[in-house]
């Protein structure tokens, strides 16, 4: 496993990858060849996800208790988690994932 990059600010405060997420309820994803659209319905913006594997990620994100267990759940390559985790922190800063209540 690789460290984690600096934190990168959201509106909520920093990302933090050592928490849980969730894709925000105002999303809707649809996949595509070449990954997934991105639409937000509260402030109208369209984005995407430009690999199949960030979709899997942020899938994931639900069902883990942090980001790393998402990454490691959509098999992504440890090489490759410092560019999964800025990619996730400008979701996070878009609005587009956002970080969830834990239940104990």
């Not at 928490?19 to 109208?44: K, Q, W």
Request: hydrophobic share 45%.
């Amino acid at each position: 496993m690789t460290a984690a990059p600096a934190e990168a600010q959201t509106s909520a405060g920093a990302f933090d990858p050592a928490l849980p997420y969730r894709l925000s309820s105002s999303v809707s994803v649809r996949p595509e060849s070449f990954g997934a659209l991105v639409y937000d319905f509260h402030t109208r913006r369209l984005s995407f996800l430009k690999t199949r594997a960030l979709v899997r990620v942020v899938e994931a994100l639900a069902e883990h208790p942090d980001v790393h267990g998402a990454l490691g759940a959509a098999e992504v390559p440890a090489e490759q988690w410092e560019q999964y985790l800025k990619a996730l922190a400008g979701l996070a800063r878009a609005g587009t994932i956002q970080p969830r209540e834990t239940t104990t």
